[in-house]
């Protein structure tokens, strides 16, 4: 990491790449804090990987928004694992955030599917029950 200010490392992600609204930013960074919480607490290393990064966004989209999440998230360009990958990769080019040499976008891939992570956990008991059948 560097000693760059993070708002004028969003400014220059977003002058380079300004598909993702400034506040996807700052929830990509603190979701990659609460991965780091939830993965690496106590290790020295708190490196986290993609999917684990995908977690944090998960968890932290539920606690932060609850059933809002999706709509948020979506609003600010998010919409699968790939986009937080790329907030992830720009804030890397700028030079915010470091990375590992295992380390690649495509660790964003897959994950989970956004809406549906972020709205059945609101939706009643019973309709959860049917859509599993």
Known sequence: MTDLPFHLAVQESLDKDPRYHP???EFVRDALNVAA???SEGKEDRH???QQVLE???THALDEYGPMAF???AEWGLHRGEDVGNIVYNLIGVGYFGKNDGDSLEDFGGGFEFESA???P???TSKRQM???
């Open 56 to 58: 944090g966004v998960r």
């Open 37 to 39: 919480k939830l993965f």
């Open 48 to 50: 986290v990987t993609g």
């Open 71 to 73: 709509t948020i998230l």
């Open 122 to 124: 609101f939706k009643p």
């Open 118 to 120: 972020l709205t059945d």
């Open 131 to 133: 859509l599993q059948s």
């Open 23 to 25: 506040h996807a930013y």
